[in-house]
């Protein structure tokens, strides 16, 4: 049966490369609904004309018409094999109302979370650094540049630490999706949709468990 990938994991924990990883090599579409209102800002449809007030006045979209907005892109040709999900299910009740849709699409849910301890998480973020110039990755704890702060690629430029992984941001980020998604964690947990990889290892590592997970008739 084909799969809607409901893909989980704090900040750090890698869902990003693993989406694209899925998209790669099982041609899996990657739905985020920050994308689709966005595109609902520009668009000329009766759904467009419901939501656009609502966004521009800086109010939160209300989960039936969210549903809807999922549904719509999902209907699309590219998703009918499967598609991963970013950005939605994020409440108990968004995830009750994704089922009634998996099952009018003749899909089954599968939520993966990505487990990484918190400590390594923050250590991922905290230890972070970018070069401006080309845009290369550094980690002080796991990847540091040759010489303290400067990018191997560019000796004369400094390495750019972001605000959002500063220690206290990042303990905070930390705080905010242990707070926010267990009760969904717990949810697919009660209903035996859950499963969990172990985030620790490689990234390629970690996508031949997912790819197992999502490709199995389970």
Known sequence: MYKI?????????????????LHEHLNLPQISTGDMFRALKEAHTPLA?????????????????????????????????????????????????????????????????????????AKRMVGRRNCPVCGEIYNIYFRPPKNDNVCDLHPDTQLNHRVDDKADTVQARLFTYEEQTRPLLNYYQGANLLQVVNGTREPEAIYKDIETIVTSDS
């Open 5 to 21: 990938i409901v893909l989980m994991g704090a900040p750090g924990a890698g869902k990003g490369t693993q989406a694209r990883l």
């Open 49 to 121: 004309a419901e939501v656009r007030p609502l966004m521009e006045a800086g109010q939160l979209v209300p989960d039936d018409v969210t549903i809807r907005v999922v549904r719509e892109r999902t209907s699309r040709a590219d998703c009918k094999t499967g598609y991963i999900l970013d950005g939605f299910p994020r409440t108990p009740a968004q995830a009750a109302m994704l089922e009634k849709l998996a099952a009018e699409q003749g899909k089954k849910i599968q939520a993966i979370e990505i487990e990484v301890p918190r400590e390594l998480l």
